[in-house]
């Protein structure tokens, strides 16, 4: 089984923990909201969807989809889930699947009139129009709880990002939008990469003196340490990593998270 199907499995083994009750869902809510979300979409000039953890998959997309970040809605409809997550970029997507599993394990240990306050915000990377990637910052919350307090629907608004760029990686944050709370998405433990990777705090800004694109005498310039120490942190990050060169290190560390 890869990471990646590890990831997964985990993510659904989670949602089964909520013990939604499908006769119990009201689904009339979603209908009778469906206007409300269209005139979001057109006033915020964002793209909006709700994704139903019941059904496990999109239960609407707001039609500027298509304008905004050029996906074809036919296939949305026919595709749902599997289209958006078509369109997410293969390094990020794994990320996005560990840090969900994260928030989605923070949500369930709230008090259930705590989980309507918190919303994540997400930047990552998404194939948009003429095959291009951009930037997009998603904020993602809970839209509908069902009886028991199980998160039932789920609203997503997307933007572009005023912060493009392909080595900024992805980054998260949970916000409590009522009291401003701040709360870190923490790592999940049990990734092969990440867990092999456990670089030190100094690994990181080395390695990410080396995203940036500076050379080993600059490195050691900016941090004030010698170059054989550079250099002996670039030796132990490509070991922990498992890496080749620098640059195969940079991917896998933005992979797993460990630059966000």
Do not use: C
């Not at 659904?12 to 009750?21: A, G, I, P, T, W």
């Not at 998959?57 to 970040?69: G, K, Q």
């Not at 309507?116 to 919350?141: C, G, M, P, W």
């Not at 980054?171 to 790592?187: C, D, F, H, M």
């Amino acid at each position: 089984m890869s990471e990646l199907q590890a990831l997964q499995m985990r993510y659904f083994e989670l949602l089964e923990r909520q013990q939604l009750d499908p006769a119990g869902l009201d689904y009339a809510k979603l209908e009778s909201a469906r206007p409300m979300l269209e005139q979001l979409a057109a006033i915020k000039n964002s793209g909006v969807s709700v994704f139903d953890m019941n059904r496990r998959e999109h239960v609407f997309a707001s039609y500027n989809f298509e304008s905004l970040f050029g996906y074809d809605h036919d296939r949305i409809q026919n595709e749902g889930t599997e289209y958006f997550d078509s369109r997410i970029h293969p390094e990020d997507y794994p990320v996005l699947i560990a840090r969900g599993i994260s928030t989605l394990e923070f949500f369930l240990a709230l008090p259930i009139a705590d989980r309507n306050d918190f919303k994540a915000i997400t930047e990552y990377r998404i194939l948009s129009h003429e095959a291009n990637y951009i930037r997009i910052v998603e904020q993602h919350q809970p839209l509908e709880l069902d009886a028991q307090g199980n998160v039932w629907l789920t609203l997503s608004v997307l933007d572009i990002s005023p912060r493009q760029g392909s080595d900024l990686g992805v980054q998260s944050t949970l916000v409590n939008y009522r009291t401003g709370q701040v709360a870190e998405i923490p790592k999940v433990q049990g990734q092969s990469g990440t867990e092999k990777a456990k670089l030190t705090s100094r690994e990181r800004e080395v390695l990410s003196l080396i995203q940036q694109g500076h050379l080993s005498k600059e490195i050691s310039d900016l941090l004030s340490i010698s170059v054989h120490t550079v250099n002996t942190h670039r030796q132990r990050i490509l070991e922990k990593l498992d890496a080749g060169n620098s640059m195969e290190a940079v991917q896998l560390a933005s992979r797993y998270g460990l630059l966000g």
